[in-house]
Structures are given as C-alpha cells and as structure tokens.
C-alpha cells in the first residue's frame, strides 16, 4: 500500500478545500479507508472514514461541513471539507487496509 494525499493548502475560515488520498496498486474500495488529523499538540483524531460497504462515520466537530466519498474508478477517496474552521487546521493523514494501519505522507491544511 502506498497512499497518496494531496489538496490540503492554506484558506481563510468559512473557505473550502478538498482532499485527495489515492493508491496506484491497492483497491481502495475493499477496504475501509479513513482521514485523521494531527493537531498541534501531535495528537491524531480520526475526522471520517468511509467503510467498504459505503458506511461513513463523522467526528462530531465536523458534521454537517465534511464529506468522504470513494470513487472506484479512480480508486480515490475524497474528504470535501466546508466552511473551514481554524480548528481544522492539521496535518491530515489518509488511512486505509486492516484496521487503518497503512498511512499516507499527510498533507498540510491551514485554516486562518
């Protein structure tokens, strides 16, 4: 498994980015597959993951503003993310395979 992340940037509170976590060889529909935010203090929360049965959880902090898809096609997982609060700002990290051990390179969203 090598999980690729991109999307993340820097926006003002209230902005929209969305993130990207695909995988060149790993069939990301088989699998649950999960973000996780790392915050200032290191500490890393699970924001939402989407099971292989289309199953999605949400942390409360982010309900009603984030939304995880999976496109098989692309075999990509996106976390759409609105109205961005400065709380949100992370190190976001994609999370697939058996009990979400394999873990991307992260990528940076900076929310002002």
């Known amino acids: 498994v090598q999980l690729v992340e991109s999307g993340g940037g820097s926006v003002q509170a209230g902005g929209s980015l969305r993130l990207s976590c695909t995988d060149s060889?790993?069939?990301?529909?088989?699998?649950?597959t999960g973000w996780y935010r790392q915050g200032p203090g290191n500490e890393c929360t699970l924001v939402s993951s989407?099971?292989?049965?289309?199953?999605?959880y949400y942390a409360n902090s982010v309900k009603g503003r984030f939304t995880i898809t999976r496109d098989n096609a692309k075999n990509t997982v996106y976390l759409q993310m609105n109205s961005l609060k400065s709380e949100d700002t992370g190190l976001y990290y994609c999370?697939?395979?058996?009990?979400?051990?394999?873990w991307g390179q992260g990528t940076q969203v900076t929310v002002s």
């Open positions: 989407i099971n292989s049965d289309g199953s999605r």
């Open positions: 999370a697939t395979g058996t009990d979400l051990a394999s």
């Open positions: 060889g790993f069939r990301m529909s088989g699998s649950d």
